[in-house]
């Protein structure tokens, strides 16, 4: 079963939807430079609606110190102390091969005390957890962890070969893909930046941690020599041992080039299963359409989604693997009820965004259509309890947002009608029922990421235009209140 704390992080074009194109691809939040990094900047940004003289604060964000949230019932009583700084040993697998090529210096471990911008969070309990970011005078992405609940962090990021600024290219940095599966394991696959070609000689690892980063081990080299670009956007493990990476290597003409890694042996080596030069109809991918999510839920059983943003007609992108990753076949989605036309009429536009398996046998997917004859929007929480067999639409309160279940039954959604542009208002929702009914909470001034581990406590990756903030809640996201990260002692 695919546990909560299981559930791999990485900052995808799942955030920031508006900004994929055929021909960008963002997998990662921009590094925009100091501006997103101070804090009074990012909060005079993420908390005023409005360009105003004097801070504002929209409906949904409270004036008051970050909120302090309650331990659950299975973590530790008390604040867990500041774990010790980190020197990473690394380690090789014995199976690896060593490839040729320039090497630069390990990306650097952030000086105690910086401020840094959070991409992508995944908090295990009220104290513990991991993330991805940056600070603004290094454009790579470092792995952290968190003791006291996202207030400091401590730099545990693998001995990955830095990417040097470059002044012309505030994405020139490398990006990260991670998955977290426990306070101690952890994966983290790095690539060349958005829409980057992959520099000659270059290789690519999978770094692989089981002691909360104190050690980093790395795999096999991964077969990327052939490839124009390199891009890793989704990793996840379902067991420790079985697993799986897509990469973003190229896009153009409604493509979405991507290529996919396994691993049986929990990332010691990877063989490539995703070939994206392999035709459709050989069992391979198909590679149109932007790639949102990956999900699996044993050494089998995996789902990749899509949106092809009403350019291919027909049933939203969904593909399903039987085989661990080898060959896939297209999953039909049933029309809901009210519009049997939906899929058919070639006046509507349907993408599905990021699938979740909350357990391994209830599926999550959000679809959101757009009617061009009516110039209308509405959306639908497609929902699955038998593994992904078979799929049933439920009507969402909003046409398009972002979702995140803790429980098959529990979850949140931050939608509005104007798809995923994180400068317009949202209003974040709550359903205990699978999605069945849906209660409308407070309106939000951002978009971002959710991460909610009960029905109280929860945290955000909130982004308003150019701004990045990490927020959190303690009363199920009724008030939320500002952090301001930084690199702890």
């Given amino acids: 079963m695919l546990s909560r ?19 960008g691809l963002p997998t990662t939040v921009p590094n925009t430079g100091p501006a997103t990094l101070a804090p009074e900047a990012m909060a005079q940004t993420i908390l005023a609606p409005t360009v105003a003289p004097t801070m504002q604060m ?28 980190v020197t990473a040993t690394v380690e090789v697998s ?31 309990d009220a104290g513990t957890g991991w993330a991805v970011g940056h ?37 020139s940095g490398k990006n990260a893909a991670a998955f977290f599966l426990s306070a101690k394991d952890a994966w983290a696959a790095y690539g060349f930046g958005t829409a980057a070609p992959v520099p000659p000689g270059a290789s690519a690892t999978v770094w692989s941690t089981h002691d909360g980063g104190q050690h980093w081990t790395a795999s096999g080299p991964l077969a990327i020599s052939d490839l124009e670009q390199y891009s890793p956007s989704n990793l996840v493990f379902v067991d420790g041992k079985a697993g799986w990476l897509m990469a973003h290597v190229g896009a153009g003409m409604s493509h979405d080039y991507v290529v996919m890694f396994a691993t049986a042996d929990g990332g010691a080596t990877w063989d490539k299963v995703v070939n994206p030069m392999a035709l459709p109809d050989t069992g391979a991918l198909d590679m149109s359409c932007y790639k949102t999510g990956m999900a699996f839920v044993d050494a089998k059983t ?8 009403g350019v291919v007609p027909g049933s939203p992108y969904l593909y399903q693997t039987g085989d661990g990753g080898q060959s896939w076949q297209k999953v039909t989605l049933p029309p809901p009820s009210d519009v049997p036309n939906l899929y058919t009429n070639e006046n509507n536009a349907c993408g599905a965004g990021a699938i979740e398996f909350p357990s391994a046998t209830d599926g999550r997917l959000p679809v959101s259509c757009g009617f061009m004859d009516t110039n209308k929007q509405r959306g639908w929480l497609y929902v699955s309890s038998d593994g992904g067999k078979t799929w049933t639409p439920q009507a969402l309160p909003t046409a398009y947002g972002l979702l995140d279940f803790i429980s098959p039954g529990e979850g949140w959604w931050a939608g509005n009608d104007t798809q995923q542009d994180t400068t317009v208002p949202r209003v974040l929702y709550h359903t ?29 990756v909130a982004i308003n235009g150019s701004a990045v903030a990490l927020v ?14 930084q690199t702890g002692p």
């Fill in 5 to 23: 704390t299981a559930v791999r992080v990485s900052v995808l074009c799942l955030l920031l939807v508006a900004a994929c194109s055929a021909t």
């Fill in 58 to 85: 929209p409906t949904g964000l409270a004036p008051t110190a970050p909120v302090t949230t309650q331990p659950d019932a299975t973590a530790e009583p008390g604040v867990r102390p500041t774990p010790p700084p």
């Fill in 94 to 124: 014995p199976t690896a091969e060593v490839t040729a090529g320039p090497q630069m210096p390990p990306i650097a471990h952030l000086a105690a005390g910086q401020p840094i911008t959070v991409t992508a969070i995944q908090m295990l």
């Fill in 135 to 171: 600070a603004a005078a290094d454009p790579n992405d470092h792995i952290l962890q968190t003791a006291d609940g996202g207030k400091s962090w401590s730099d545990v990021t693998p001995p990955e070969p830095a990417s040097p600024p470059d002044p012309n290219n505030p994405n």
């Fill in 302 to 309: 995996g789902w990749v989604s899509g949106d092809c943003f």
């Fill in 432 to 460: 205990t029922d699978a999605g069945n009914t849906w209660s409308a909470g407070r309106k939000l001034n951002w978009g971002g990421q959710l991460d909610f581990i009960s029905g109280q406590a929860g945290w955000a």
């Fill in 472 to 485: 959190q809640t303690g009363d199920g996201g009724n008030k939320w209140g500002l952090l301001t990260p």
